[in-house]
Antibody, heavy 117, light 107 residues
């Protein structure tokens, strides 16, 4: 069974940093691209970042480019999102999602990030 | 950036009804559109990929269509478990962008 479990969220002050993790199981992690997608409270979905299976290709939404860094450790079956210079508008539930062809076929349950003083 | 506009933003439906949801892209995206369903408190689930391909396990009452800028998700026979928010996503160009969603509610 495919499982994606996010962690690392919490309450953080504006301007500070936070690192999210997503541990994958039930499939060969190193064969798949991965994404981070977020959802602000009561709002819609926003794609944040993508990383290819071997980390050769990385893409970001303009809203996070230069502040967030997506990475992965295939030996640990883990996806990361390093978030710096956090803003109140980064407050959201952050999902990791597996990338297959051109869709997101499995999603985690999400981890909440709250940016507030 | 390609903007995806969904309409309506919400819709009141009845069980057994035929429902049509719309998604319009600000520029052509070919067939590069997926549809996702999000029920309350749950993570989104893939319904349709490549504009018209039903994902594994998705009931055949869900049908996607469209090309270029205009896309449609049709639920042929609404069931209670279909009450959810539906999002379209375009992956024709980076950044990939979601529509704002359509919420289906009971009349």
């Amino acid at each position: 069974e495919v499982q994606l479990v996010e962690s690392g969220g919490g309450l953080v002050q504006p301007g500070r940093s936070l690192k999210l993790s997503c541990v994958a199981s039930g499939f060969t992690f190193s064969n798949y691209g991965m994404n981070w997608i977020r959802q602000a409270p009561g709002k819609g979905l926003e794609w944040v970042a993508y990383i290819s299976s071997g980390s050769s290709y990385i893409y970001y939404a303009e809203t996070v480019k230069g502040r967030f860094t997506i990475s992965r450790d295939n030996a640990k079956n883990t996806l990361y999102l390093q978030m710096t210079s956090l803003r109140s508008e980064d407050t959201a539930l952050y999902y990791c999602a597996r990338h297959r062809y051109n869709y997101f076929d499995y999603w985690g349950q999400g981890v909440m990030v709250t940016v507030s003083s | 950036e390609t903007v995806m506009t969904q309409s309506p933003t919400s819709m009141s439906t009845s069980i057994g009804e035929r429902v049509t949801l719309n998604c319009k892209a600000s520029q052509s995206v070919g067939i590069n559109v997926d549809w996702y369903q999000q029920t309350p408190g749950q993570s989104p689930k893939l319904l349709i990929y490549g504009a018209s391909n039903r994902h594994t396990g998705v009931p055949d009452r869900f049908t996607g269509s469209g090309f270029g800028r205009d896309f449609t998700l049709t639920i042929s026979n609404m069931e209670a478990e279909d009450l959810a928010v539906y999002y379209c996503l375009q992956y024709g160009s980076i950044p990939w962008t979601f529509g704002g969603g359509t919420k289906l509610e009971l009349k």
